[in-house]
């Protein structure tokens, strides 16, 4: 079932060539502009984006792009991301922000973090370390935030084996390598996440 997230219009004029959707037959046909419905679903790697045509609800047309990581959001350089920012950036989601790095920065995890500029993404990221490790990136987006952990040939495989939601394991699948790493993102909005990150923190840490 793919859920519907939005509606738009088509004012350009002329036929675009939409797929009919029959059974498991897809049969290209030439459907009228006018008004559609926008659907989003999650295919193997890829997005799907469906655009149903109100008219005619037997005709849409279907976009594919592939899976990639989300894209910080504090890009000014000149403001550092204090308690005062992230709390008007994360809205809801501070509380869960600072349950987070609570944990990760006492007892047994012992995480250093540091808000860090970097110019190549031109955005502030918050840097997690264990010793000299860098254990994961922490991005605010603009649903929230994410923690984005790195793994390569060696430790991918392991992160199968751990006791987490299999969820995240199925979109560590998905996702496009960035260089020869494997980018393993969750975005969290959730304080019960964070028990999975925890395991993988450690993991990280000791591969």
Not at 67 to 76: C, E, G, N, S, T
Not at 104 to 125: F, P, S
Request: aromatic share 14%.
């Amino acid at each position: 079932m793919v859920k519907v997230v939005g509606n738009f219009n088509i004012t350009t004029r002329g036929p675009y060539d939409y797929q009919r959707i029959c059974g498991s037959a897809a049969l290209h046909q030439n459907c009228p502009l006018g008004n559609f419905t926008y659907s989003r679903n999650v295919i193997g790697n890829k997005r799907q984006s469906i655009y149903y045509s109100k008219e005619n609800p037997a005709f849409c047309r279907i976009k594919w792009r592939k899976l990639k990581l989300d894209l910080p959001i504090l890009k000014d350089k000149d403001i550092f991301p204090d308690s005062n920012v992230l709390r008007k950036a994360l809205n809801d989601d501070f509380k869960i922000f600072q349950e987070f790095e609570t944990t990760i920065t006492n007892g047994e995890h012992k995480l250093v973090g540091e808000w860090r500029y970097y110019n190549d993404g031109k955005a502030w990221i918050y840097k997690a370390q264990y010793k000299k490790k860098t254990v994961f990136w922490l991005s605010v987006i603009s649903t929230g935030f994410t923690v984005t952990f790195y793994f390569n040939g060696k430790n991918y495989e392991g992160v199968f084996d751990l006791s987490i939601e299999e969820s995240i394991k199925d979109d560590f699948k998905k996702m496009e390598l960035v260089g020869k790493l494997h980018p393993l993102q969750i975005s969290v909005n959730n304080t019960n996440q964070i028990p999975d990150i925890l395991d993988i923190i450690e993991y990280k840490k000791k591969s």
